[in-house]
């Protein structure tokens, strides 16, 4: 039935550079694979659940948007395999395409003329709908977008020179010169011979002629004809690296050769999009070492998060939090209505519920409907926007490598602190907050000094004991222990600024409060030729409650003489061998010299561990300053808007104003400022608020006794090296439905087991999360 919203101008196919929505809502991860399948808008793309969530007529109740293509798939029976495929050795292999493993069918709809039955054929409908089917899904072109990330220019491509051939812009470039191949083909950037590439997986032809060009003629660039877009973009590839690679001068070697950008079409996919196809065929699998068969666990709080590759890191850390009642509070509501935004796949408040709701509902854990096995896990969610989004504009978090998942809680928390927390929501971030206490003392005045910092998260150092046995293993180490080297007197080199002494200082650092929640970072590094290397260091922690209060500070000895307020008058002199050293390995002069400072000023390994762990404040590159204050005559007229968003933080105007007036107007060092200034106010500011947040759960966590937390989840890494190699999983104590007692359940992307060896996995965890009982 011919609808008349059909030949609307509005519509049109997607372009290269527009996200396409249509594997699963944008709103809640329903997708393609459900009954009533997925509904795409025809006008922006969005994705919107048809089920009794209603995402989609959601959208268009938001943004007057008529027509939508419903899209709904099934799989196909396919003959069961008692073997897993053989190991793809060979590229040149026809790849399994998504039409050989799935039914699709597809019907628009008009919401604004009611009608479920429009004619595909009418109007601008056959064109749209053709570029939506075939166009990049967001997953996939955010996948690949993350992996180009790592190309770069190299020597060949920036002293490019090219020959002057007669008529070179008249050059037939249809054809292989070797073959009579038609497709592959690729132009060499130097002389302008066309050749065709390697067979490429996926069934794509070609005989190696441009390799061959290559070797014979020493040319080293080569651009991909098929790959080369309107935008300038293409596969480059450079056969003296052996790599892929950018070239910033493109446009200019492509006109060289008489090809223009004008009107230009990609007819081929590119050298990325293929490897992620291949990716995609691999599914990570769960080993056991003793070879039992884990039991897998379904229901509400037990759901798999899909490994979108290398994301293991994000999958076992958003677990954690999730498994926390703060983030359960703050970001499940199934029953409330979304936030009210144009783009839901690029607002941080709407992906984050949107995981709340995926891993706490229960709705999507199930067994894996494809799966053919007798123990059948699940499918398990995958994260895809909420990865892309949370990563955006960040160096390592929006590429596709490996990473640390200790950083990426860092990263998780400051975005959180930094988005909007109104109508009453609380910033969950806040339950991990609390108080570090440090005591200066001079050797030789005996005066002191006591700092307060705000941090949400702990990292101790494991001490490296070696046994003498031939094992070469490490002896045990209490998690106490390590809290007792944290809270331990060490000297520093400081100058006295009341008597001028050289002697040095006596540190401490206790908890001035503690939080309701404690993240712990174990650190079980050491540097073996300056390369920061894993240790197989066993911490122990206890199963039962563990008691914290004796690192807390106590009251101060009202017969202690202070040092003078003016912080500047002291100076740091920074330990020379250690700086070298720090410096050697690559590090800029401020970040180690403030990395020795807050590690006591001797200890080489210390200081490189503490900036591994502070790579993401804001304020890392800025000079050593020892608790300078700032004087009221730089605090100036703000930004209102910049006050109104810390204001959504928690973060009183008086107390915005100085902090953006601390940090030049920037709102993310504006806000570590606040961190790590808790008892800095400004004049006419109610002192007594912060006296009245202790003692109870506040900002700034809880001074008062008895102290006791218990172990609630770990975050555990395998593999020795810093930098590659790792794969995390987590392990979360929950109650299985139906019952009360407590499990631990291990958490391995998309697989979720009830796991009975804890107390070995315990003992070499990565992360561990503590909650105050």
């Not at 399994?96 to 699709?104: A, G, P, V, W």
């Not at 293409?234 to 008489?258: F, K, T």
């Not at 936030?339 to 891993?359: F, I, M, N, S």
């Not at 000079?623 to 009183?652: A, H």
Request: with cysteine; net charge negative.
């Amino acid at each position: 039935m011919a609808c008349a919203h059909s030949n609307s101008p509005e519509l049109k196919p997607p372009q290269s550079s527009q996200a396409v929505y249509r594997e699963d809502c944008t709103q809640c991860f329903d997708s393609i694979d459900n009954d009533s399948g997925l509904n795409v808008c025809l006008h922006c793309f969005n994705g919107g659940c048809t089920g009794d969530r209603a995402h989609a007529l959601l959208h268009y109740q938001r943004s007057g948007h008529s027509l939508a293509l419903n899209i709904r798939r099934t799989p196909r029976q396919v003959q069961q395999r008692d073997e897993p495929p053989p190991k793809i050795s060979k590229l040149a292999i026809p790849a399994e395409t998504e039409e050989d493993r799935y039914n699709i069918v597809t019907s628009v709809i008009c919401y604004t003329c009611g009608r479920e039955d429009v004619d595909t054929n009418h109007g601008m409908l056959p064109t749209v709908i053709e570029g939506v089917m075939t166009a990049m899904t967001f997953s996939r072109r955010e996948e690949v977008k993350a992996w180009e990330q790592e190309f770069v220019p190299c020597e060949h491509t920036l002293c490019l020179i090219q020959q002057d051939v007669e008529n070179a812009a008249s050059k037939d470039c249809s054809q292989c010169s070797t073959c009579d191949l038609k497709e592959n083909l690729w132009l060499c950037l130097e002389c302008g011979n066309t050749a065709c590439g390697r067979s490429q997986f996926g069934g794509i032809r070609g005989n190696s002629h441009a390799l061959a060009h290559a070797n014979e003629t020493s040319h080293a660039v080569s651009v991909k004809l098929g790959s080369i877009t309107a935008e300038g973009s293409a596969d480059i590839y450079c056969y003296s690296c052996h790599e892929e690679r950018i070239d910033p001068e493109l446009v200019n070697h492509l006109a060289h050769w008489g090809i223009l950008l004008a009107g230009r079409e990609k007819t081929e996919k590119s050298l990325m999009e293929m490897q992620v196809e291949q990716n995609l065929q691999w599914e990570f699998s769960m080993t056991n070492e003793d070879g039992r068969e884990l039991i897998p666990v379904f229901g509400p709080g037990f759901t798999g998060l899909a490994n979108l590759g290398n994301s293991c890191y994000l999958a076992s850390i958003m677990q954690c939090l999730f498994s926390v009642s703060g983030f359960k509070n703050r970001y499940y509501h199934p029953n409330e209505e979304l936030p009210l935004c144009q783009d839901p796949a690029q607002d941080l408040e709407t992906q984050l519920r949107k995981l709340a709701d995926g891993l706490l509902s229960g709705r999507y854990s199930q067994p894996d409907p494809r799966s053919h096995l007798e123990t059948s896990h699940q499918k398990g969610l995958a994260p895809s926007m909420f990865k892309y989004l949370i990563g955006q504009g960040h160096e390592e978090f929006a590429t596709m490598r490996q990473q640390d998942a200790f950083e990426f809680l860092l990263h998780v928390f400051k975005s959180i602190s930094l988005s909007k927390h109104t109508d009453g929501k609380v910033n969950p971030v806040q339950d991990f907050r609390f108080q570090v206490e440090q005591r200066l003392q001079c050797l030789g005045c005996k005066k002191v000094r006591y700092k307060v910092d705000e941090q949400d998260n702990l990292s101790v150092a494991v001490p490296a004991r070696r046994m003498a046995s031939e094992t070469g293993g490490f002896e045990s180490v209490a998690l106490s222990e390590c809290l007792d080297i944290f809270t331990a007197e060490e000297i520093v080199e400081l100058v006295c600024p009341a008597c001028e002494s050289r002697d040095g200082f006596s540190k401490r650092l206790s908890f001035k409060t503690l939080p309701r929640e404690l993240a712990i970072n174990a650190r079980r590094f050491e540097l073996v030729n300056w390369v920061p290397t894993k240790l197989d260091i066993p911490v122990i922690v206890d199963d039962g409650p563990v008691d914290l209060s004796r690192y807390l500070s106590g009251e101060h000895d009202v017969h202690e003489e202070l040092l003078p307020e003016v912080e500047e008058n002291i100076s740091f002199i920074p330990n020379t061998g250690s700086l070298d050293q720090l410096l050697g390995m690559g590090f800029p002069l401020v970040r180690c010299e403030k990395a020795l400072h807050a590690t006591g000023n001797s200890d080489t390994e210390a200081a490189m561990n503490w900036l591994f762990a502070h790579m993401e404040d804001p304020s890392i590159d800025e000079p050593l300053v020892l608790d300078g204050r700032v004087s009221n005559s730089k605090v100036t007229e703000q930004d209102e808007g910049k006050i109104s968003q810390l204001g959504d933080m928690g973060i009183e105007a008086p107390r915005a104003r100085r902090a953006l007036a601390a940090t030049g107007g920037d709102v993310n060092r504006a806000l570590d400022w606040v961190f790590s200034h808790p008892d800095d106010n400004s004049e006419g500011e109610d002192h007594s608020s912060s006296d009245d947040m202790q003692g109870q759960q506040g900002s700034y966590g809880y001074d008062t006794l008895p102290a006791r937390y218990q172990l609630r989840s770990a975050v555990c890494h395998k593999g020795t090296s810093v930098h590659a190699g790792r794969h995390y999983v987590a392990l979360i104590r929950k109650a299985l439905p139906g019952q009360d007692a407590l499990s631990w359940i291990m958490f391995n992307d998309e697989k979720v087991v009830l796991f009975e060896d804890i107390e070995k996995m315990k003992k070499t965890a990565y992360m561990y999360f503590f909650t105050r009982l």
